[in-house]
């Protein structure tokens, strides 16, 4: 997709990028009426003993994940008062908006019946369930994030009195954005605190909200890396001069940040090894696993960031924000699916179908789409100019 | 965790054994309801004929299966409860002789599926059934992830409309003062129905009566906090599939420490970040003064120094060069200015 | 750079390789491996010198028999390892001589003994061209943490037809003066001329006699006792090149299959020769055994009455004398309440008797009885039925009144005459679903009374004619005409232990065929019993 | 109020813990503003 995109859109519909997109859509909408009238088990792999599978696992678990960047460089910015951070807010707050409004996206084919999705906030409130904690967490969390990207769409439409409003509010969005974001963040990982049975000991513990909170402060400094390093090409021409001026600062930044936090998340997820003395595990065929995850997406990438930013090599930092991405996402994958139901025998264990991912790539597709059409026409990778050093 | 273990931890609760069990939080403790009834299944009476099955698909008015019930070849695959069967006996090879075990909803006094709802469709009733509303179930399927013993099952091929299925413990029965129907129809009161606490005397004392007939083990009195429907049995509880790590803790139990944390997050982050933010800013404000005052002081400085040298110079130097001096001074301060207000510009921000 | 750049995209590749095998590998459970190590009788860890000093390295693994078959193949005796003492006979320790007057041996020198003599022997068999052992350097071979191939054994033991065959043994040698050979073992240390010396009439298990001095006694184990013993004799026996003699590899003692093959071809023999002799040891025939009095005895016999123990039936009844003799037969029997009543041992009289209960013919009834029964009031006077014997009565008076109580009793199965037996019963009260089911009752009386003939337990014990009626017409008084399931068993779960008239039907009947191994008819099998009700 | 679970009593405490957490979120807005709205110049 290194495509210059107002030139191809004046030039042809059909780049590689659009075909690409094209074609998953189109394949993303049959599933999608398949799965409208033949339900989930005419799509899906999933069964009574693996209720949850990849729109789970990957849709909501790193969908979430991965949208850490909105509070994370928010946080920097805004309350630790890091200005350098400033120019990499409004994509990381866009990318956010967008992770969360696919993950409620995803959630509408996966749960039952989707329209029924607000029940558990206005109908009937189960309040000693983890996920209703997520469920609030993140409908709120979408509203702050929506609130906090607005003023990009006021300038877009020129509503500057509307604008400026926001804007004041910044510091209390973010504040509360990074409350919510601590709270659901931690609470997808204690949804599986209540299976103790089903969740291999190594994976498992009563620390795992702790673990989901600070490797998803890992995931967002990475994504935004990771994710700036995707749209540097495509969307260079609208970058100002701020964002190009400050991108290398604010990798270096935040490679630095991720790679103390890696290096703190890999002591606790240790002491949790510890706490629970499931030492002996690790000679076993998920303890090596677990030290791939461990060793390859936790301490590797924390050492490749301390590297890079003590060389001050861009390169190296993108590949281990490349690294912790799919750290993450491995983490997610193995505590929702592969170190969950260890105990089933094989043939009873979860692969994801054709279907569910088709209905991921799709998701995905849409949140690239949408991306593309929102940073080529509002003030995201550039001030607008009626608001130029305003900050 | 070892049998052995558990076990241990089981005799280490002491003499509470013999009784109810309760759950405890905060120094309160919430013993079962007075009225919740339970069902004791005893594997040695047990002869795998499905009749349990049968009255089950009766009573609920459940689709008829591939097979029939009076096939017993359905008992040489493993099964487990699915969306069209609440209960289904499976086979295991005990040490002399086949051992058969049926299995359906427990009906936890904490059920795991209720903590884990996120609408309260489930809910344990006064009279021990777990009951489910599908009047506001969403349908994400978090209680079937929750459900230690695999119970409740999901309508996977319904496109809008899906139900979490299980075993009601024949509420409806109940409440006209019938036996749940498996427990009617079984030929040998393999099932035997009760208060609580009766059944769990009644499964101590047969294990009493014949010791060597039962493994001394009440299964479900106190596992995952209690259930309302126990086992006893000839064969260990783990050879004929029953998990013997689930511990005693209850579903609600487990997860009260991130739900405890919740609400300090709520109380203290803002606190914190709030903090966080009024020291960068103040920092921000102190660096700034600091700036200004220091630019001050050059500026001073540097024309004190002028001056000084001003004088040095005139004193010495002849008229003739004091226009090359002037001109040097001037210099002289404005490159001491330059870079102070290069770096006061970028002070200022924004709020 | 660019070679960096390289590397850093190998390993991210390489690392989503391994993930995408593991999710696979683990999803089709390759990753758990089972891990089971095998058993043999003749597996012995070296160990010695670890009663020394702390172990370097671990215990030695080492395959007796394995060795035992390998020296033969290449020419070589037992000697090869097992060295000779002064009398010529073989130790059991290797490359030594233990015991008194040999020298104590260092860690190191015993080291020395094990890795020269093992290496040096596995060297020259190597040369030879032979399959052979370990050598220097291959430490692990031996010393293995975690063994592969690890002990399992069974108890070896003597029972009554082994020691038929010893005592019988021609090999053996009749005793100075004697008719009887039990010299040839049953020796017991003499403090007074210090030597081991045989005492007629006083042979007892080498547990609890010896021919070692005490202080020998206490450094050597049971089974160093019974290996110097037997392995050593059988071993002079080869030797000798006797006509026959006892087995001196690990298995032939050791190994469950083979101590099972050699029970069977024994008890084949045993029943050829119609019953296995008594020992020539004087037992009595019968005991008056009397209740233990607790306290200083009262000048007048009070309490329990006695039991009129039949010894000689229980002789052919058990394996051993060990059985009930659990002190050895020199020693007094303990004759506490509990040694004697204890249901959950085998070697009190109720275990053992509940233990017969056991078996599919007695099991049908017996197994429904509830274990407080075996011991409740009822029954003690089905044992305790003698007369107190007059005080001061001799031995031999009281074994005389034994022997007459032990005449009296039947010698056959108690029966109702066979017409007051009904030879169908009906049952139909609750018929629902199902036609009436009509019972083979005369049939089924006739084969548990099939099922107990010539077993003196059940005649001595069902001693009325309606004792036998009672496995299912159970808590009635016993009687010809007992009354009706149904007054008793009505609904269910009104009483514990009392079910419903319908589950007390069917428990009756599939818990009888499920406990005497009855497959036909199947429990789940209805019809077989009721046919079906046409709607 | 008498509560016969755990599970029960959780649903009643947490329910009243979510509402007094919505307050919390308000309250402290509002008290940050009231807290920073003070004289300015002496900070």
């Given at each position: 997709?290194?495509?210059?995109?107002?030139?191809?859109?004046?030039?042809?519909?059909?780049?590689?990028?659009?075909?690409?997109?094209?074609?998953?859509?189109?394949?993303?909408?049959?599933?999608?009426?398949?799965?409208?009238?033949?339900?989930?088990?005419?799509?899906?792999?999933?069964?009574?003993?693996?209720?949850w599978?990849?729109?789970?696992?990957?849709?909501?678990?790193?969908?979430?994940?991965l949208?850490?960047?909105?509070?994370?460089?928010?946080?920097?910015?805004?309350v630790?008062?890091?200005?350098?951070?400033?120019?990499?807010?409004?994509?990381?707050i866009?990318?956010?908006?967008?992770?969360?409004?696919?993950?409620?996206?995803?959630?509408?084919?996966?749960?039952?019946?989707?329209?029924?999705?607000?029940?558990?906030?206005?109908?009937?409130?189960?309040?000693?369930s983890?996920?209703?904690?997520?469920?609030?967490?993140?409908?709120?969390?979408?509203?702050?994030?929506?609130?906090?990207?607005?003023?990009?769409?006021?300038?877009?439409?020129?509503?500057k009195?509307?604008?400026?409003?926001?804007?004041?509010?910044?510091?209390?969005?973010?504040?509360?954005?990074?409350?919510?974001?601590?709270?659901?963040?931690?609470?997808?990982?204690?949804?599986?605190?209540?299976?103790?049975?089903k969740?291999?000991?190594?994976?498992?513990?009563?620390?795992?909200?702790?673990?989901?909170?600070?490797?998803?402060?890992?995931?967002?400094?990475?994504?935004?890396?990771?994710?700036?390093?995707?749209?540097?090409?495509?969307?260079?021409?609208?970058m100002?001069e701020?964002?190009?001026?400050?991108?290398?600062?604010?990798?270096?930044?935040?490679?630095?940040?991720?790679?103390l936090?890696?290096?703190?998340?890999?002591?606790?997820?240790?002491?949790?090894?510890?706490?629970?003395n499931?030492?002996?595990?690790?000679?076993?065929?998920?303890?090596?696993?677990?030290?791939?995850?461990?060793?390859?997406?936790?301490?590797l990438?924390?050492f490749?960031?301390?590297?890079?930013?003590?060389?001050?090599?861009?390169?190296?930092?993108?590949?281990?924000?490349?690294?912790?991405?799919?750290?993450?996402?491995?983490?997610?994958?193995?505590?929702?699916?592969?170190?969950?139901?260890?105990?089933?025998?094989?043939?009873?264990?979860?692969?994801?179908?054709?279907?569910?991912?088709?209905?991921s790539?799709?998701?995905?597709?849409?949140?690239?789409?949408?991306?593309?059409?929102?940073?080529?026409?509002?003030?995201?990778?550039?001030?607008?100019?009626?608001?130029?050093?305003e900050? | 965790?070892?049998?052995?273990?558990?076990?241990?931890?089981?005799?280490?609760?002491?003499?509470?054994?013999?009784?109810?069990?309760?759950?405890?939080?905060?120094?309160?403790?919430?013993?079962?309801?007075?009225?919740?009834?339970?069902?004791?299944?005893?594997?040695?009476?047990?002869?795998?004929?499905r009749k349990?099955?049968?009255?089950?698909?009766?009573?609920?008015?459940?689709?008829?299966?591939?097979?029939?019930?009076?096939?017993?070849?359905?008992?040489?695959?493993?099964?487990?409860?699915?969306?069209?069967?609440?209960?289904?006996?499976?086979?295991?090879?005990g040490?002399?002789?086949?051992?058969?075990?049926?299995?359906?909803?427990?009906?936890?006094?904490?059920?795991?599926?209720?903590s884990?709802?996120?609408?309260?469709?489930?809910?344990?009733?006064?009279?021990?059934?777990?009951?489910?509303?599908?009047?506001?179930?969403?349908?994400?399927?978090y209680?079937?992830?929750?459900?230690?013993?695999?119970?409740?099952?999901?309508?996977?091929?319904?496109p809008?409309?899906?139900?979490?299925?299980k075993?009601?413990?024949?509420?409806?029965?109940?409440?006209?003062?019938?036996?749940?129907?498996?427990?009617?129809?079984?030929?040998?009161?393999?099932?035997?129905?009760?208060?609580?606490?009766?059944?769990?005397?009644?499964?101590?004392?047969?294990?009493?009566?014949?010791?060597?007939?039962?493994?001394?083990?009440?299964?479900?009195?106190?596992?995952?906090?209690?259930?309302?429907?126990?086992?006893?049995?000839?064969?260990?509880?783990?050879?004929?599939?029953?998990?013997?790590?689930?511990?005693?803790?209850?579903?609600?139990?487990?997860?009260?420490?991130?739900?405890?944390?919740?609400?300090?997050?709520?109380?203290?982050?803002?606190?914190?970040l709030?903090?966080?933010?009024?020291?960068?800013?103040?920092?921000?404000?102190?660096?700034?003064?600091?700036?200004?005052?220091?630019?001050?002081?050059?500026?001073?400085?540097?024309?004190?120094?002028a001056?000084?040298?001003?004088?040095?110079?005139?004193?010495?130097?002849?008229?003739?060069?004091?226009?090359?001096?002037?001109?040097?001074?001037?210099?002289?301060?404005?490159?001491?200015?330059?870079?102070?207000?290069?770096?006061?510009?970028?002070?200022?921000?924004?709020? | 750079?660019?070679?960096?750049?390289?590397?850093?995209?190998?390993?991210?590749?390489?690392?989503?390789?391994?993930?995408?095998?593991?999710?696979?590998?683990?999803?089709?459970?390759?990753l758990?491996?089972?891990?089971?190590?095998?058993?043999?009788?003749?597996?012995?860890?070296?160990?010695?010198?670890?009663?020394?000093?702390?172990?370097?390295?671990?215990?030695?693994?080492?395959?007796?028999?394995?060795?035992?078959?390998?020296?033969?193949?290449?020419?070589?005796?037992?000697?090869?390892?097992h060295?000779?003492?002064?009398e010529?006979?073989?130790?059991?320790?290797?490359?030594?001589?233990?015991?008194?007057?040999?020298?104590?041996?260092?860690?190191?020198?015993?080291?020395?003994?094990?890795?020269?003599?093992?290496?040096?022997?596995h060297?020259?068999?190597?040369?030879?061209?032979?399959?052979?052992?370990?050598?220097?350097?291959?430490?692990?071979?031996?010393?293995?943490?975690?063994?592969?191939?690890?002990?399992?054994?069974?108890?070896a033991?003597?029972?009554?037809?082994?020691?038929?065959?010893?005592?019988?043994?021609?090999?053996?040698?009749?005793?100075?003066?004697?008719?009887?050979?039990?010299?040839?073992?049953?020796?017991?240390?003499?403090?007074?001329?210090?030597?081991?010396?045989?005492?007629?009439?006083?042979?007892?298990?080498w547990?609890?006699?010896?021919?070692?001095?005490?202080?020998?006694?206490?450094?050597?184990?049971?089974?160093?006792?019974?290996?110097?013993?037997?392995?050593?004799?059988h071993?002079t026996?080869?030797?000798?090149?006797?006509?026959?003699?006892?087995?001196?590899?690990?298995?032939?003692?050791?190994?469950?299959?083979?101590?099972?093959?050699?029970?069977?071809?024994?008890?084949?023999?045993?029943?050829?020769?119609?019953?296995?002799?008594?020992?020539?040891?004087?037992?009595?025939?019968?005991?008056?055994?009397?209740?233990?009095?607790?306290?200083?005895?009262?000048?007048?016999?009070?309490g329990?009455?006695?039991v009129?123990?039949?010894?000689?039936?229980?002789?052919?009844?058990?394996?051993?004398?060990?059985?009930?003799?659990?002190?050895?037969?020199?020693?007094?029997?303990?004759?506490?309440?509990?040694?004697?009543?204890?249901?959950?041992?085998?070697?009190?009289?109720?275990?053992?008797?509940?233990?017969?209960?056991?078996?599919?013919?007695?099991?049908?009834?017996?197994?429904?009885r509830?274990?407080?029964?075996?011991?409740?009031?009822?029954?003690?006077?089905?044992?305790?039925?003698?007369a107190?014997?007059?005080?001061?009565?001799?031995?031999?008076?009281?074994?005389?009144?034994?022997?007459?109580?032990?005449?009296s009793?039947?010698?056959?199965?108690?029966?109702?005459?066979?017409?007051?037996?009904?030879?169908?019963?009906?049952?139909?009260?609750?018929?629902?679903?199902?036609?009436?089911?009509?019972?083979?009752?005369?049939?089924?009386?006739?084969?548990?009374?099939?099922?107990?003939?010539?077993?003196?337990?059940?005649?001595?014990?069902?001693?009325?004619?309606?004792?036998?009626?009672?496995?299912?017409?159970?808590?009635?008084?016993?009687?010809?005409?007992?009354?009706?399931?149904?007054?008793?068993?009505?609904?269910?779960?009104?009483?514990?232990g009392?079910?419903?008239?319908?589950?007390?039907?069917?428990?009756?009947?599939?818990?009888?065929?499920?406990?005497?191994?009855?497959?036909?008819?199947?429990?789940?099998?209805?019809?077989?019993?009721?046919?079906?009700?046409?709607? | 109020?008498?509560?016969?679970?755990?599970?029960?009593?959780y649903?009643?405490?947490?329910?009243?813990?979510?509402?007094?957490?919505?307050?919390?979120?308000?309250?402290?807005?509002?008290?940050?503003?009231?807290?920073m709205?003070?004289?300015?110049?002496?900070?």
């Amino acid at each position: 997709m290194s495509v210059d995109t107002i030139a191809a859109e004046k030039k042809s519909l059909f780049t590689p990028f659009n075909i690409i997109a094209g074609v998953i859509l189109i394949a993303g909408l049959i599933v999608t009426v398949m799965r409208f009238t033949g339900g989930l088990g005419a799509v899906t792999n999933l069964d009574q003993n693996n209720p949850w599978g990849i729109w789970i696992g990957f849709d909501l678990m790193c969908g979430v994940a991965l949208a850490a960047g909105g509070y994370t460089t928010s946080a920097a910015c805004y309350v630790f008062g890091l200005k350098k951070f400033h120019a990499g807010v409004r994509p990381a707050i866009l990318t956010a908006f967008l992770g969360y409004a696919l993950v409620v996206f995803a959630l509408g084919y996966d749960v039952g019946r989707p329209w029924r999705l607000p029940y558990p906030l206005f109908v009937q409130q189960g309040t000693t369930s983890l996920l209703f904690e997520v469920g609030l967490c993140v409908m709120l969390y979408l509203t702050v994030l929506f609130i906090e990207f607005t003023p990009a769409l006021f300038e877009w439409l020129g509503m500057k009195k509307i604008r400026n409003t926001v804007v004041k509010l910044t510091l209390a969005l973010t504040i509360f954005g990074v409350v919510l974001s601590t709270l659901h963040q931690s609470s997808l990982g204690a949804l599986f605190t209540i299976a103790p049975s089903k969740l291999h000991p190594l994976w498992y513990s009563q620390y795992l909200p702790v673990f989901f909170f600070v490797s998803s402060i890992c995931a967002g400094m990475s994504m935004v890396i990771f994710e700036g390093t995707l749209s540097h090409k495509p969307m260079h021409h609208l970058m100002d001069e701020e964002y190009l001026n400050n991108h290398d600062g604010l990798i270096l930044g935040f490679g630095k940040a991720a790679s103390l936090v890696l290096f703190g998340y890999f002591s606790i997820k240790v002491i949790g090894l510890a706490y629970d003395n499931n030492w002996h595990y690790l000679t076993t065929g998920y303890g090596a696993w677990y030290l791939v995850e461990m060793l390859g997406c936790v301490a590797l990438p924390s050492f490749l960031y301390a590297i890079g930013v003590r060389d001050r090599n861009i390169t190296v930092i993108k590949w281990a924000a490349g690294l912790t991405v799919l750290g993450i996402i491995v983490n997610r994958f193995n505590i929702s699916m592969v170190a969950f139901n260890y105990h089933l025998p094989s043939a009873e264990r979860y692969f994801p179908s054709w279907g569910e991912i088709t209905i991921s790539l799709f998701v995905v597709t849409i949140g690239v789409v949408v991306f593309r059409f929102i940073s080529t026409r509002m003030p995201i990778f550039y001030e607008h100019p009626d608001y130029k050093g305003e900050h | 965790m070892l049998r052995r273990t558990f076990l241990g931890l089981l005799g280490a609760a002491g003499a509470s054994v013999a009784l109810p069990t309760s759950a405890k939080a905060g120094g309160k403790s919430f013993g079962p309801h007075p009225d919740t009834q339970a069902v004791l299944f005893d594997a040695t009476r047990c002869i795998g004929c499905r009749k349990c099955e049968l009255a089950c698909n009766e009573v609920n008015q459940l689709p008829a299966p591939d097979k029939k019930f009076d096939d017993l070849t359905v008992l040489d695959t493993k099964r487990r409860t699915d969306e069209k069967t609440y209960t289904v006996v499976n086979k295991f090879q005990g040490k002399t002789s086949p051992v058969f075990v049926k299995k359906q909803c427990n009906h936890c006094l904490e059920p795991a599926c209720a903590s884990a709802c996120f609408v309260k469709a489930f809910k344990k009733e006064p009279n021990g059934a777990v009951s489910y509303d599908a009047s506001v179930c969403v349908g994400c399927r978090y209680c079937m992830v929750a459900c230690p013993f695999e119970i409740p099952a999901y309508e996977y091929d319904e496109p809008l409309t899906p139900r979490v299925m299980k075993c009601t413990l024949c509420a409806p029965r109940l409440a006209e003062g019938k036996l749940p129907g498996c427990v009617e129809r079984c030929p040998k009161e393999a099932l035997t129905f009760g208060p609580r606490d009766e059944i769990i005397k009644i499964a101590r004392a047969r294990i009493a009566a014949y010791p060597d007939r039962y493994v001394d083990h009440v299964y479900g009195e106190r596992e995952m906090g209690g259930t309302s429907w126990m086992y006893i049995s000839g064969e260990p509880f783990s050879e004929i599939g029953m998990r013997e790590d689930l511990g005693t803790a209850s579903a609600p139990e487990l997860t009260a420490g991130a739900l405890a944390a919740v609400p300090i997050v709520v109380g203290m982050w803002p606190v914190l970040l709030g903090g966080i933010y009024a020291v960068s800013k103040r920092k921000d404000k102190i660096a700034n003064d600091e700036r200004v005052a220091a630019v001050k002081d050059a500026l001073t400085r540097a024309g004190e120094e002028a001056e000084k040298k001003l004088h040095e110079q005139l004193s010495k130097a002849e008229v003739a060069n004091q226009r090359r001096i002037e001109v040097e001074v001037k210099k002289a301060v404005e490159e001491a200015l330059a870079p102070k207000e290069e770096e006061a510009e970028t002070g200022e921000e924004e709020s | 750079m660019a070679n960096g750049k390289r590397m850093l995209r190998f390993a991210a590749i390489m690392i989503a390789l391994v993930g995408v095998l593991g999710f696979q590998m683990e999803a089709m459970g390759m990753l758990d491996m089972a891990e089971k190590a095998t058993g043999r009788p003749d597996v012995i860890m070296i160990d010695t010198i670890a009663k020394l000093e702390s172990l370097e390295q671990s215990a030695a693994v080492f395959e007796h028999d394995a060795h035992t078959k390998a020296l033969k193949e290449q020419g070589m005796s037992c000697n090869s390892c097992h060295k000779k003492d002064a009398e010529g006979n073989m130790t059991l320790a290797f490359n030594r001589l233990e015991g008194e007057g040999q020298p104590e041996l260092s860690a190191s020198e015993l080291k020395d003994i094990y890795h020269d003599g093992c290496i040096s022997c596995h060297v020259e068999s190597g040369d030879k061209g032979f399959k052979t052992g370990p050598m220097v350097g291959e430490c692990r071979s031996c010393h293995q943490a975690k063994p592969e191939i690890v002990a399992e054994r069974v108890e070896a033991g003597m029972d009554n037809t082994l020691h038929f065959i010893h005592w019988d043994s021609k090999i053996i040698p009749a005793d100075a003066g004697e008719q009887t050979n039990c010299g040839a073992c049953h020796t017991v240390y003499d403090e007074t001329t210090k030597k081991a010396v045989y005492k007629k009439g006083e042979e007892d298990s080498w547990r609890f006699a010896t021919v070692y001095s005490p202080e020998e006694m206490a450094s050597l184990s049971t089974r160093e006792v019974f290996h110097n013993q037997c392995v050593t004799c059988h071993q002079t026996l080869i030797e000798k090149k006797a006509e026959r003699s006892g087995p001196v590899d690990c298995a032939s003692c050791h190994e469950a299959k083979k101590v099972e093959v050699r029970e069977a071809e024994n008890a084949k023999s045993v029943k050829a020769m119609g019953e296995l002799p008594r020992l020539p040891r004087k037992q009595p025939d019968a005991v008056l055994m009397m209740a233990k009095v607790e306290g200083p005895a009262s000048e007048k016999a009070t309490g329990m009455a006695p039991v009129a123990f039949n010894h000689k039936l229980h002789e052919s009844e058990v394996d051993t004398c060990n059985v009930c003799h659990v002190q050895g037969v020199n020693a007094p029997m303990d004759k506490s309440f509990k040694a004697m009543h204890d249901v959950t041992s085998d070697m009190s009289c109720v275990g053992c008797h509940a233990k017969e209960q056991k078996k599919p013919e007695c099991a049908g009834c017996h197994a429904a009885r509830p274990i407080t029964k075996a011991n409740s009031e009822a029954t003690c006077k089905s044992c305790h039925n003698a007369a107190q014997p007059a005080p001061g009565a001799t031995k031999e008076a009281m074994q005389a009144e034994a022997m007459t109580l032990i005449a009296s009793r039947p010698a056959s199965q108690a029966m109702v005459a066979i017409n007051d037996i009904p030879e169908t019963v009906t049952i139909g009260v609750i018929s629902d679903k199902f036609e009436p089911s009509k019972m083979p009752h005369r049939k089924i009386v006739l084969s548990m009374a099939k099922g107990m003939k010539d077993s003196p337990l059940a005649n001595t014990f069902h001693a009325t004619p309606e004792a036998m009626c009672a496995g299912c017409h159970h808590n009635a008084p016993a009687s010809v005409t007992p009354p009706k399931c149904a007054s008793c068993h009505a609904k269910p779960f009104e009483t514990e232990g009392k079910p419903g008239l319908k589950a007390a039907y069917h428990a009756q009947c599939m818990s009888c065929h499920t406990e005497m191994k009855l497959e036909k008819p199947a429990a789940t099998n209805c019809v077989a019993c009721h046919e079906k009700k046409a709607n | 109020m008498e509560f016969f679970n755990l599970q029960d009593y959780y649903t009643f405490t947490k329910g009243t813990v979510y509402l007094i957490m919505g307050a919390i979120l308000v309250g402290v807005t509002l008290y940050w503003q009231f807290l920073m709205g003070g004289n300015k110049k002496d900070d």
